[in-house]
């Protein structure tokens, strides 16, 4: 067509370049004006250089290229004209990028590679005026060597965007003004968008697109530049058709630069990490900035803009929601964040006397509260009468001998087996025949219980305390595992000295078999009694201890940093604790309780085996294992026998949780009814799961249950029962602490919704006969009402010490026979590893007084030290479950100073790869942490135990040793 005028863009020109081999016979001569179109993109000089080395040899002449700039607001701004037209000759500008990220325009040499060569895109339209303004904030002009916003005030620009004034006005009616604040025109300018300067001969030079710029420690990138600088790393080789997205996210209050390409189909997973180590260097050296997270994801995935391109915007935002789906990702948070508070440093403590000092002045009180006084509630001569719990049951055997005691449900919810007062002491006795004639057993020897949750349990452990031996219940091995959980068994049996094992003779076949010798060597098991079929023969004489100090059974319990630890409770502890239970639950022998709670350690093991025996109310026992065929069994059972007091663990109440979400209607219709509850509590050695109870309360309101009845009891190792809700004193309180002082190990209350705000509840009352005081980790000293510090409790139902602790001796020694440095250096108290606070609130108790909360914030061994602060896991564990829909659950822990997040995947594994920026995005906003690790796994992979916590360095352990079969484990650089 011997054409004189051609609009092309740069992707055009590229093209052209690889089909001209075939159109050899091409002449560009008749060209007067080749315009670019997109001229603005700085790259596009290197597409017009590339044509015109090529096409010269054909016609073309250098100075007929004419780039233009528009945008959609200003349209077009300018366009470069031919000289033989009066235009200037074309220009060009060499820039160093340092200085472009200040908005500082510096002439540098073509030889660096951290330079930007850009053409001039003409001059300006006629008619038209041009400025150029600061990008952020007052629309200032700029100075002559500053790069800035180009603004234009033409009759030929647009004039609003349809419906939206606020926008609007700000792009279209920008007034420029002077550095002294005047107006430069009465007329409105139009924002291009564009970023450039002005050069010599009013030519306009563009840099960049606003929408583009990407603010990174206070300098300025543009994605562009970024793209093409990942794109010089072998582009043809590597990344699919060029096709590469930079964006930036905002985390920790900074953006960060997120770069996101296609890999070609046939690249391995080696070629992939090459080529993204060498990309992360080179945009290093040339930018001098960082990378935040480069993903890969397959060919043809990214989201295509409506005229060709990617849709940068699109991807962001599945980037954000993690529905990216990238193949392969590297996060280099360590390198990027350098805006992280200081490390917090610790400075020399304020001596403990100071401290009492200091709250006097304040008008402070010291932390220090206690139950009900144990003397005033009950008569001593009772209390002394029911000091043995063996009495206590022969007392009962001959008084009310069918007053029946236990009531054990099965997975169908009928009666599997129960248990009077008399049969209860007659299968007692039937045991304690067996020890001593089969077993050959002495006076104070230890036996160990392995027995399924039930009423044999409970008679062999009483048949223990008749024939003078020490019981130790164990929980038994499960058939499907034993790999994991026999050891467990045979390490009690081994490290409580016990002489025989009581069990059924299904267990016993279980302890002998061959499977079992692959876990553990057999031929060590001590004697092994079963109680299956025992001979009716009566005791002539039942065991009576010669003090109340001697010992009564042995608690033993894995704790969740993994140590095997057995408690000493002698027989004036366990009748004190009875008592303490009683007292605060009002139990008679007229009161049904139900219990769902497994019955080998701690407030479970008392509630199952000894607090019926003692105040003589029915238990009703559900195992907790039953749920898993009949998640209803447990809340049926309590409507069924119109329970009013009901005790279950967090993982029951999760199970009914998840299990009974949709079914409250099917429940409802058959009359299950949960209004005769008040009183629901949830035994735990933990700071309550708020979130998990409210969500329990609202679930099953619908079937009746009080919103007023849930709470929490809170035990440990030294004192399994310090508070317990009870029937009497107001309801639990909830208190919000701010996050962020909590790490200093300070309590900061704030209103809820407040951010970094904390919600914590008070875990029950605590018990008649308890005292609790908060001291000083380091100093010992008492501290003041609402500051943090360990839980100390002195109690009647104390346990006497550790029978052994495995692994750990020497730091336990001082637990049980504990002082304050200052103040009432008199009383010996029990140190229970918790933190926590007291706090004094408006409300009455039952004694009438002002009613001291307690406070469990979470226990001192499984805290984490990072940055100089202390976090509880619990809080980073919170923050990731809610960071994406598929994490179903979360566990946190340290390896050498690197914080490894564990996160079990709920949904396809090509979501696998998305969580990572996820989850290091949330611990880094909310926490102030940076993640060293991030694991994704199956479900179910991290470790629970009965009373549904996180077996956190169990998981550590098969971390380390590489046995958690991970779907994806990113290390973050």
């Known amino acids: 067509f011997s054409a004189r005028v051609a609009v092309v863009k740069s992707r055009d020109m590229h093209w052209s370049l690889l089909a001209q081999r075939d159109q050899r016979d091409v002449s560009l001569s008749s060209l007067r004006m080749l315009i670019v179109a997109d001229g603005a993109n700085p790259w596009s000089i290197s597409s017009c250089d590339a044509f015109l080395n090529v096409f010269q040899s054909r016609g073309l002449r250098p100075e007929v290229i004419c780039p233009c700039a528009s945008s959609s607001e200003?349209?077009?701004?300018?366009?470069?004209?031919?000289?033989?037209?009066?235009?200037?000759?074309?220009?060009?500008?060499?820039?160093?990028?340092?200085?472009?990220?200040?908005?500082?325009?510096?002439?540098?040499?073509?030889?660096?590679?951290?330079?930007?060569?850009?053409?001039?895109v003409g001059q300006i339209m006629p008619g038209a005026n041009v400025c150029v303004v600061k990008v952020d904030g007052t629309p200032y002009l700029c100075k002559a060597d500053e790069v800035g916003e180009i603004c234009v005030n033409s009759g030929a620009t647009g004039m609003a965007y349809f419906g939206l004034l606020g926008i609007t006005k700000n792009v279209f009616e920008a007034i420029p003004v002077t550095a002294a604040g005047v107006p430069v025109s009465d007329q409105p300018f139009t924002r291009t968008g564009l970023l450039g300067f002005v050069g010599p001969d009013y030519l306009v030079f563009v840099v960049g697109k606003l929408d583009g710029l990407m603010t990174v420690c206070g300098r300025r990138h543009n994605a562009d530049d970024v793209v093409a600088t990942a794109l010089a790393v072998e582009p043809m080789k590597f990344v699919y058709r060029g096709r590469i997205a930079v964006f930036s996210v905002t985390v920790l209050h900074d953006d960060r630069i997120v770069l996101v390409a296609e890999q070609r189909p046939d690249a391995s997973e080696e070629d992939s990490f090459q080529w993204m180590s060498r990309v992360l260097q080179a945009i290093d050296s040339i930018h001098q900035v960082g990378v935040y997270c480069l993903a890969l994801v397959p060919a043809n995935t990214l989201p295509k803009a409506p005229l060709g391109?990617?849709?940068?915007?699109?991807?962001?935002?599945?980037?954000?929601?993690?529905?990216?789906?990238?193949?392969?990702?590297l996060m280099c948070p360590h390198t990027c964040v350098t805006n992280l508070p200081k490390p917090r440093q610790k400075q020399p403590d304020v001596g403990p006397a100071s401290m009492i000092v200091g709250n006097l002045v304040a008008g402070k009180r010291i932390a220090q509260a206690s139950g009900r006084d144990v003397t005033q509630l009950e008569d001593n001569d009772q209390a002394r009468?029911?000091?043995?719990?063996?009495?206590?049951?022969?007392?009962?055997?001959?008084?009310?001998?069918?007053?029946?005691?236990?009531?054990?449900?099965?997975?169908?919810?009928?009666?599997?087996?129960?248990?009077?007062?008399?049969?209860?002491?007659?299968?007692?006795?039937?045991?304690?025949?067996?020890?001593?004639?089969?077993?050959?057993?002495?006076?104070?020897?230890?036996?160990?219980?392995?027995?399924?949750?039930?009423?044999?349990?409970?008679?062999?452990?009483?048949?223990?305390?008749?024939?003078?031996?020490?019981?130790?219940?164990?929980?038994?091995?499960?058939?499907?595992?034993?790999?994991?959980?026999?050891?467990?068994?045979?390490?009690?049996?081994?490290?409580s000295k016990s002489a025989c094992i009581l069990t059924t003779q299904a267990i016993m076949k279980l302890l002998k078999s061959k499977e079992a010798a692959t876990a553990v060597d057999i031929k060590t098991w001590p004697t092994i009694l079963d109680t299956d079929d025992m001979p009716k023969k009566k005791l002539s004489s039942i065991f009576r201890p010669t003090s109340p100090d001697m010992l009564a059974y042995l608690d033993f319990s894995v704790s969740t940093t993994g140590i095997l630890a057995g408690v000493k409770m002698s027989h004036a502890a366990t009748s004190a604790l009875c008592r303490s239970i009683?007292?605060?639950?009002?139990?008679?022998?007229?009161?049904?309780?139900?219990?769902?709670?497994?019955?080998?350690?701690?407030?479970?093991?008392?509630?199952?085996?000894?607090?019926?025996?003692?105040?003589?109310?029915?238990?009703?026992?559900?195992?907790?294992?039953?749920?898993?065929?009949?998640?209803?069994?447990?809340?049926?059972?309590?409507?069924?026998?119109?329970?009013?007091?009901?005790?279950?663990?967090?993982?029951?109440?999760?199970?009914?949780?998840?299990?009974?979400?949709?079914?409250?209607?099917?429940?409802?219709?058959?009359?299950?009814?949960?209004?005769?509850?008040?009183?629901?509590?949830?035994?735990?050695?933990?700071?309550?799961?708020?979130?998990?109870?409210?969500?329990?309360?609202?679930?099953?309101?619908?079937?009746?249950?009080?919103?007023?009845?849930?709470?929490?009891?809170?035990?440990?190792?030294v004192n399994v029962a310090i508070c317990l809700q009870g029937t009497a004193g107001p309801d639990p309180t909830t208190v919000y602490v701010d996050m962020r002082a909590l790490r200093h190990d300070r309590v900061r209350l704030v209103e809820r919704g407040s951010p970094h705000s904390l919600?914590?509840?008070?875990?029950?009352?605590?018990?008649?006969?308890?005292?609790?005081?908060?001291?000083?980790?380091?100093?010992?000293?008492?501290?003041?009402?609402?500051?943090?510090?360990?839980?100390?409790?002195?109690?009647?139902?104390?346990?006497?010490?550790?029978?052994?602790?495995?692994?750990?001796?020497?730091?336990?020694?001082?637990?049980?026979?504990?002082?304050?440095?200052?103040?009432?250096?008199?009383?010996?108290w029990a140190r229970t590893g918790y933190l926590g606070f007291l706090r004094r609130t408006e409300l009455t108790d039952a004694s009438g007084e002002r009613h001291d909360a307690l406070y469990v914030v979470g226990s001192l061994d499984e805290t984490l030290e990072l940055r100089g602060m202390r976090y509880h896991p619990i809080d980073i564990e919170t923050s990731v479950i809610r960071a994406h829909k598929s994490i179903a659950e979360c566990a946190v822990f340290t390896w050498t100073n690197l914080l490894v997040v564990v996160v079990e995947l709920e949904g396809s594994e090509q979501e696998a790869l998305d969580l990572v920026a996820l989850v290091t995005n949330v611990v880094l906003e909310e926490h102030y942490l940076i993640v060293g690790v991030v694991v994704i796994v199956d479900p179910g992979v991290i470790p629970i135990n009965s009373r549904g916590e996180k077996q956190r360095m169990h998981l550590r352990d098969g971390f380390l040793a590489d046995q958690l079969d991970p779907i994806y484990v990113a290390y973050n650089m």
């Open 759 to 828: 919600p914590l509840m008070e875990s029950g009352k605590i018990l008649p006969g308890v005292k609790v005081i908060i001291a000083h980790t380091e100093t010992k000293g008492p501290l003041g009402d609402s500051h943090l510090g360990e839980i100390w409790v002195s109690s009647p139902h104390n346990a006497t010490g550790y029978y052994t602790v495995y692994g750990e001796e020497a730091l336990h020694a001082d637990h049980f026979t504990a002082r304050l440095s200052f103040g009432d250096t008199q009383t010996i």
């Open 74 to 120: 200003a349209l077009t701004v300018a366009i470069r004209r031919p000289p033989e037209l009066g235009g200037p000759p074309p220009g060009k500008a060499v820039l160093s990028m340092n200085c472009l990220s200040f908005s500082v325009i510096r002439v540098d040499t073509e030889e660096k590679l951290s330079v930007l060569t850009v053409q001039d």
């Open 582 to 717: 009683k007292l605060q639950c009002e139990l008679y022998p007229s009161r049904q309780i139900a219990i769902c709670l497994d019955p080998y350690c701690g407030l479970g093991f008392a509630l199952w085996c000894l607090c019926s025996v003692y105040s003589g109310h029915q238990s009703i026992l559900v195992p907790p294992l039953e749920l898993e065929s009949n998640v209803s069994l447990w809340l049926s059972a309590v409507s069924q026998y119109k329970v009013r007091v009901t005790f279950c663990s967090y993982s029951v109440m999760e199970m009914c949780t998840k299990g009974l979400g949709t079914q409250t209607d099917v429940l409802r219709t058959k009359g299950v009814n949960l209004s005769c509850v008040r009183t629901c509590m949830v035994v735990a050695e933990e700071r309550p799961r708020i979130t998990l109870t409210q969500s329990f309360s609202k679930l099953f309101k619908d079937l009746g249950l009080s919103a007023r009845a849930v709470s929490t009891t809170f035990g440990c190792r």
């Open 385 to 495: 009468k029911f000091l043995y719990l063996a009495d206590v049951l022969q007392w009962r055997a001959q008084t009310t001998p069918d007053h029946p005691l236990f009531l054990l449900l099965n997975s169908k919810g009928t009666v599997a087996s129960t248990a009077s007062c008399i049969q209860l002491h007659k299968r007692a006795e039937r045991v304690a025949v067996a020890l001593m004639e089969k077993g050959r057993l002495n006076v104070g020897d230890h036996v160990a219980l392995v027995y399924p949750p039930g009423v044999d349990l409970i008679a062999t452990f009483y048949g223990c305390l008749y024939a003078g031996c020490i019981p130790i219940t164990v929980r038994p091995p499960h058939p499907q595992n034993l790999a994991t959980t026999l050891p467990t068994v045979k390490m009690i049996v081994e490290v």
């Open 309 to 329: 391109g990617i849709h940068i915007s699109e991807t962001k935002q599945r980037f954000l929601e993690g529905a990216l789906h990238p193949c392969n990702v």
